[in-house]
């Protein structure tokens, strides 16, 4: 598993709620990709947008691993345990 991937997962999976609260004291708005200027309307729909983007990345990763999974699992097998 490559490291991005790893820390993705990480991050996806296992957020404890200590980062949470970290993640809390430690928010800041992003100003230049989120203006204050515009609209509501506007930003949620950036948003949603991000988060569908992400959503097809976490699928991605997943869809991955669950074939990597397979794959070792296939070569894993012994050749004589063969039922054929």
Do not use: C, H
């Amino acid at each position: 598993m490559t490291s991005s991937l790893s820390r993705f997962l990480t991050y996806l999976i296992f957020v404890t709620v200590d980062s949470y609260a970290d993640l809390i004291k430690g928010f800041k708005w992003r100003q230049k990709k989120f203006s204050i200027s515009k609209p509501l309307v506007e930003t949620i729909d950036r948003l949603t947008s991000l988060m569908n983007q992400n959503d097809v990345k976490a699928k991605k990763y997943y869809d991955n691993l669950i074939a990597l999974r397979q794959k070792v699992g296939r070569l894993e097998r012994k050749p004589g345990a063969n039922l054929n």
